[in-house]
């Protein structure tokens, strides 16, 4: 720190800081003395005062005359600092008296001296009286059982002596500050003596540094200074000459150079104008290219729909046929538009990258997941391993790193005939904030040769371009993948050799993102044991360190017979084998034989989950007592193999749901809503519909049930009292983050929202937004979205937006209420009576916010009855609320006259419900 210090502030410091230090710790020390001395002369003069009190008071004593002591005790109060002073008897008892009362508690001392107790604010001084007191030459006592007549008290205050401690420190202050000011002035004219010559140096030195090479600088007053000042203008005085020189060489130079210019100019401007129109040319020729491709595909898309949709109707044999070679010959040409749209946008750099969060082991198994089919078609073993000190949660472009993957996979599956291709992530380097990561394809195809190798990313060509060649394709694909890895930072390179197979690479530097919670073992699989099946080495190990990702002590067997001794042997151990994961093919075990050791396993309280090829999958379906939860496809994914496991152990546990969940499964869904009537419709919808549903008035209590029980679904009313709606989910989310449970999706429910409030309630963790009134239809498409989970077909669609007439809503509309309760006459009367009955108490409401000027309150209770009418024939009143909640929201002024409507609708509805009635 010393270092960045200027001359000016080094000379200040210098000269301040000793000076400083001296004067703290003489005029602290004196002081200290000086209070030092003051204190023992007060003691020393209470002592005194005491000992004349003594002889004065000892023939009053020996009386008992407590007029005369009283009349001593007054006088002694005229001495200075003489706080209080008091006369006892010999038995203790108090003859006399003046003054306050005494502040200290009385001394202890020894009987023939003087005692005394010392106080923050005053000393207490206590003296035994003798019969020699009697005498005033104060002789002391011949002997020692002289009678004692009495005591003398007295209390000294310390106010004076502190005043005068407190005045010689503000003195001996004063003067320090008077002398460091002093001090500051001299180093403040010393510094400046010494900046300023330095400061000229300084701006000469710079405008020679600038090129103005005649700058020459003056004397400077000082001899030092002045010695630097004439060496530094020595050297301006060389360095202008040298200048000088080489200005008229570089002059004779130029212009010999000039005539041989002027012709390779003119040469460069032809080869400028060739190069423009070329690069124009290949622009136009890119653009059109990306265009046509777009036209091209969006046909084709209309195609695939369409086919796919009549598949669906009755057909004969040959137009299935015929429909399958239809969409087989559009998926294909639609593969090649795509890879021909891709190309085209790299070329004319329109492609944009995302920067996203995403899970590199759930993008590496969804790969191979899509390609499985294929390699499985020729028996071939596909296999994903990531290195266990590899991070999982990335910030990258994840749709383009996948296709990249897919067509590297793709690829090795083409020209793979048999044996196994392996997807690897590893970690090459890492950071605080960063990874360099190496994700490679090994298979073991035909390999490539040298001059395979060399043409092999270039566009339109491929490794085996003969007539009869087996693979077909554009001949793009890698390529493009070339681009895509170098636009995100990265290289991508292959080793291979022919008749051996090949190894493509990718070496990519991404951000780390969050640590995702899901990666975490969860609770009951911790700890527990589990055997593995497989009779691939590789393959067995990929799968075992999938299986210990979850937590689980895994035994790996390559044979069905050695499992399940395992199994019965560790049965009466102190830790059984309590699952088992099997990877199964037809060849090696037949679906016939593997139904009869699922029974051997399931007698031995072992729970077995079963992964077989996808080519296989429909033969092992019948010999699985529930396929649904018991099988799985080859290679297995990580979060689906543990959610598997997990519900084996533990049924009851809130899993992540899949698309197509066992059939009969009831959603189990929590409405949350402080409105009765708004919380009555939903509950009777859902329940309608085949859900089970709990309802919650409030944040706290929805969060106590969440605790409490396990649900699908959660629709969250936003604006409540207390704990709102983005506030109890963000309450929700903690705890789930706590309790490592998979989060439950959380809907957002409002009667009005504005659009930066809707934005503003995504970004807050709910994972989606409905608008008030919500359709049953509306209600089951979000319950299947987010759950998976179907409800009971509903009738043709009930939206209460739809049945509000455009013309002037009425007061009270009966068949509308009706309508917005499903059809139910008594949901509707019930609703519009809680309605009704809650009506004084927020128009009350709204009046005192009103009148107190809260808004935030105001809108809450407005947002309120909003959304108990969007639930009931009221649609007066729910206008009313609705523009009065909009204008109140966006500060508009007009929403005092807005109000003003809305208590006139409270009103009107309020009359024809009395007149009604």
């Avoid at 004084?840 to 009148?851: E, F, M, N, S």
Wanted: charge should be negative; glycine fraction near 6%; charged fraction near 25%.
């Amino acid at each position: 720190m010393f270092k960045d210090l200027g001359i000016k502030s080094r000379v200040l410091l210098l000269t301040l800081l000793p000076t400083c230090l001296l004067a703290l710790v003489l005029g602290g020390y004196f002081t200290w003395v000086q209070l030092s001395g003051l204190q023992a002369q007060l003691l020393q003069r209470g002592e005194m005062v005491v000992e004349q009190l003594a002889p004065l008071a000892a023939p009053a004593l020996q009386r008992g005359d407590a007029t005369l002591l009283q009349r001593i005790a007054k006088q002694a109060l005229e001495q200075p600092d003489v706080r209080a002073v008091g006369f006892r008897a010999g038995d203790g008892r108090n003859l006399a008296h003046a003054g306050p009362s005494m502040l200290n508690a009385a001394p202890v001392g020894g009987e023939l001296q003087a005692a005394r107790r010392t106080g923050q604010d005053a000393t207490r001084f206590l003296l035994p009286v003798f019969e020699q007191h009697l005498s005033l030459t104060g002789a002391p006592p011949r002997e020692p059982a002289s009678r004692l007549l009495g005591w003398v008290e007295l209390e000294l205050s310390h106010h004076s002596t502190l005043l005068s401690g407190y005045r010689s420190l503000f003195t001996s202050l004063l003067l320090i500050v008077a002398g460091l000011s002093v001090t500051a002035l001299l180093a403040l004219r010393m510094s400046r003596s010494i900046n300023e010559p330095l400061r000229r140096l300084k701006h000469g030195v710079a405008l020679l540094k600038d090129g103005h090479l005649e700058t020459r600088l003056p004397s400077l007053g000082s001899h030092e200074l002045d010695e630097l000042a004439s060496g530094i203008n020595r050297m301006a005085e060389n360095l202008q000459n040298a200048q000088e020189e080489l200005q008229h060489s570089i002059d004779q130079a130029t212009e010999d150079v000039r005539q041989n210019l002027e012709t390779i100019e003119i040469q460069n401007i032809e080869l400028d104008f060739a190069r423009k129109e070329a690069l124009e040319a290949s622009r136009i020729k890119s653009e059109f290219l990306a265009n046509m491709s777009h036209e091209i595909r969006t046909p084709l898309n209309g195609i695939l729909g369409f086919t796919n949709l009549l598949q669906k109707s009755e057909l004969t044999p040959r137009q299935q046929d015929y429909l399958d070679t239809i969409e087989k010959s559009a998926d294909s040409l639609l593969g090649i538009i795509n890879e021909i749209l891709d190309f085209s946008k790299i070329d004319a750099g329109k492609l944009v990258l995302e920067n996203i969060p995403f899970n590199l082991r759930d993008l590496l198994q969804d790969t191979l997941t899509i390609l499985a089919p294929a390699a499985h078609e020729k028996q071939l073993e596909l296999l994903s391993l990531v290195y266990r000190d590899t991070p999982l949660s990335l910030v990258g472009d994840p749709l383009r790193l996948k296709q990249v993957l897919t067509n590297l996979v793709s690829n090795a599956i083409k020209f793979t005939r048999e044996g196994s291709i392996v997807l690897r992530a590893m970690l090459e380097d890492e950071s605080a904030d960063r990874a360099q990561l190496r994700i490679s394809v090994q298979d073991t195809g035909i390999g490539l040769s040298d001059e395979d190798l060399r043409a092999l990313f270039q566009a339109f060509s491929q490794a085996d371009n003969s007539l009869s060649r087996q693979a077909g394709g554009s001949g793009l694909g890698l390529v493009i993948s070339k681009r895509l890895i170098e636009q995100m930072g990265g290289e991508i390179g292959v080793d291979s050799s022919p008749g051996q197979g090949s190894e493509f690479w990718v070496s990519l530097s991404l951000p780390k993102a969050r640590d995702d919670a899901e990666d975490l073992p969860r609770p009951p699989l911790l700890g527990r044991r589990a055997a593995l099946l497989e009779s691939h080495e590789l393959a067995r190990q990929a799968l075992q360190h999938q299986l210990e990702d979850c937590g689980l002590k895994v035994s790996a067997f390559a044979e069905l017979d050695s499992l399940l001794a395992a199994v019965e042997n560790a049965r009466h151990g102190d830790q059984p084998i309590e699952l088992a994961v099997l990877g199964v093919t037809a060849q090696i075990l037949p679906p016939e034989r593997l139904g009869q050791r699922i029974w051997d396993l399931q007698h031995l309280a072992c729970k077995t989950v079963v992964l077989c090829p996808t080519t296989e999958q429909a033969l092992y379906h019948e010999a699985l007592p529930d396929a649904y939860s018991q099988l799985q496809a080859k290679p297995a994914c990580t979060r689906k193999l543990q959610r598997a496991l997990a519900e084996l152990i533990s049924p009851r546990l809130p899993l992540r749901r899949e698309t197509d969940p066992p059939p009969g499964r009831a959603p189990r869904i929590l409405c949350v809503d402080d409105n009765p009537a708004n919380l009555l419709l939903v509950q009777t919808l859902l329940e309608d519909m085949g859900a089970v549903v709990s309802g919650a008035d409030s944040g706290q209590r929805a969060l106590e049930r969440v605790q409490q029980d396990d649900f699908d679904l959660i629709f969250m009313d936003v604006q409540m009292p207390g704990m709102d709606g983005r506030q109890t989910t963000e309450a929700i989310r903690q705890w789930e983050a706590e309790q490592q449970r998979t989060a439950v999706p959380v809907i957002a429910l409002t009667a009005h929202a504005l659009a930066n409030e809707r934005r503003a309630l995504l970004q807050s963790g709910l994972d989606d937004y409905r608008s008030k009134p919500i359709s049953e239809r509306q209600l089951a498409q979000v319950v299947l979205k987010w759950t998976g989970l179907a409800l009971r077909r509903q009738g043709p669609e009930r939206s209460a937006e739809a049945l509000v007439s455009a013309s002037q809503p009425s007061v009270l509309d009966s068949a509308e209420g009706l309508r917005l309760a499903a059809g139910k006459a008594d949901l509707a009367a019930d609703m519009l009576n809680m309605l009704l009955a809650g009506l004084p108490g927020d128009r009350q409401a709204i009046r005192q916010a009103r009148a107190n000027g809260e808004h935030g309150a105001l809108i809450e209770r407005v947002h309120r009855l909003h959304g108990a009418t969007r639930y009931c024939g009221v649609p007066q009143l729910r206008a009313a609320c609705q523009r009065s909640e909009t204008l109140l929201k966006q500060n508009d002024p007009a929403a005092q006259e807005a109000l003003d409507e809305l208590d006139a609708a409270i009103e009107r509805l309020a009359s024809e419900a009395r007149a009604s009635a």
